[in-house]
């Protein structure tokens, strides 16, 4: 079955790390840039983070640059976003998402990050 | 990375058709062909409805359709029915692998 499956949220306090991942299946995962998007409470999507397929160059929103590090294992099919100092305003759903080149045609459920004391 | 801007909320009956803006600048929307459109249901992963401004995946219902003109691009919902209200966000490449999404146009079915 083709899907990606989000794990590694949780509550956290600000100024902590938290390690997320996501595991594919259903495809050749390596052809294929992988995505972070995040939904904050009752709010819309935001691009946080994109690695591309091979050569694995990276990618990341002004908000998030400098704190989250995206990684990807091609060999055992899992994105993973390192996030570190996080703040209040990191709490969201984080989805995964597989990019075609210029959209995403295939999200995870998500997996839901909060940041509080 | 500002947001592209999308109104609140449309509303429609059943049958009629709604259409959803994006407005962006020439940097994201304006300055690419690479707008793509998302439906999302509550407590659900957001579904690819269209790409690349016009272009429609397979499964989805040709009631969808995509234009643009300049910096707004839009969502053509025809025929609207039940199980078309969901939330839906435009998203456009802007340049050196960035992306921006809008902030979500809230559809209702009356």
């Known amino acids: 079955e083709v899907q990606l499956v989000e794990s590694g949220g949780g509550l956290v306090q600000p100024g902590g790390s938290l390690r997320l991942s996501c595991a594919a299946s259903?495809?050749?995962?390596?052809?294929?840039?992988m995505t972070w998007v995040r939904q904050a409470p009752g709010k819309g999507l935001e691009w946080v983070s994109t690695?591309?397929?091979?050569?694995?160059?990276?990618y990341y929103a002004d908000s998030v640059k400098g704190r989250f590090t995206i990684a990807r294992d091609n060999s055992k099919n899992t994105l993973h976003l390192q996030m570190n100092s996080l703040r209040a305003d990191d709490t969201a759903v984080y989805h995964c998402?597989?990019?075609?080149?210029?959209?995403?045609?295939?999200w995870g459920q998500g997996t839901l990050v909060t940041v509080s004391s | 990375q500002s947001a592209l801007t999308q109104p609140r909320s449309v509303s429609g009956s059943p049958g009629q058709s709604v259409t959803i803006s994006c407005t962006g600048t020439?940097?994201?929307?304006?300055?690419?062909?690479?707008v793509s459109w998302y439906q999302q249901h509550p407590g659900k992963a957001p579904k690819l409805m269209i790409y690349?401004?016009?272009r429609r995946p397979s499964g989805v219902p040709d009631r969808f359709s995509g234009s643009k003109s300049g910096n707004t691009a839009s969502l053509t919902i025809s025929g609207l029915q039940a199980e078309d209200e969901a939330d839906y966000y435009c998203?456009?490449?802007?340049?050196?692998?960035?992306?921006?999404f809008g902030a979500g146009t809230k559809v209702t079915v009356l």
């Open positions: 998402a597989k990019e075609n080149p210029y959209y995403y045609d295939l």
């Open positions: 259903g495809f050749t995962f390596s052809n294929y840039a």
């Open positions: 690695i591309t397929g091979s050569s694995g160059n990276t």
């Open positions: 020439s940097s994201d929307v304006g300055g690419y062909e690479y």
């Open positions: 690349d401004v016009n």
């Open positions: 998203c456009s490449y802007a340049g050196s692998y960035i992306y921006v």
